[in-house]
């Protein structure tokens, strides 16, 4: 279980930083831009800025929680968050995939990368929070 908390912390450490990478390069006529998370989330979307907060949290709790300690608090945060981040990450990916006509705009491998990790996040702490409940029926047989 230890290898599953340090890929679910290595998965959220990879959306810190990925937010501050380009998400979106933009293009018309000649004239190129990248806009990362960071900018998306200082200008039109908010609640973007809700990505790295929760990732933040994840990272905090995963690092102070003790070696004996349950990880029901982990596993839940890390649903919590993992959910949170896809779901607004899905949302800016179809903002940009609807957008058309003059300005194209087109997603990253930074915004991938970040969104495949946020779903690890949320994948893995439901496995741990699975295999937390399992672990006591094992242990009565």
């Not at 990248?34 to 989330?41: E, F, H, I, P, Q």
């Not at 908010?46 to 994840?58: A, D, F, Q, R």
Request: charged share 15%; net charge positive; glycine share 8%.
């Amino acid at each position: 279980m230890e290898i599953l908390r340090r890929i679910n912390l290595s998965a959220a450490i990879i959306v810190i930083v990925c937010f501050f990478l380009p998400w979106e390069q933009i293009s018309c006529g000649g004239a190129k831009d990248t806009l990362s998370g960071l900018d998306l989330a200082r200008h039109d979307h908010i609640s973007l800025w809700l990505v790295p907060l929760l990732m933040l949290g994840v990272v905090l709790i995963g690092i102070l929680r003790r070696r004996g300690e349950r990880p029901l608090l982990f596993s839940i945060v890390s649903i919590v968050a993992g959910s949170v981040a896809m779901y607004l990450m899905n949302d800016e990916r179809q903002r940009v995939q609807d957008e058309g006509g003059v300005i194209s705009a087109h997603l990253t491998g930074w915004f991938w990368l970040s969104l495949f990790a946020s779903i690890a996040v949320l994948v893995l702490g439901v496995v741990r929070l699975l295999s937390r409940s399992r672990a006591p029926a094992q242990l009565a047989k």
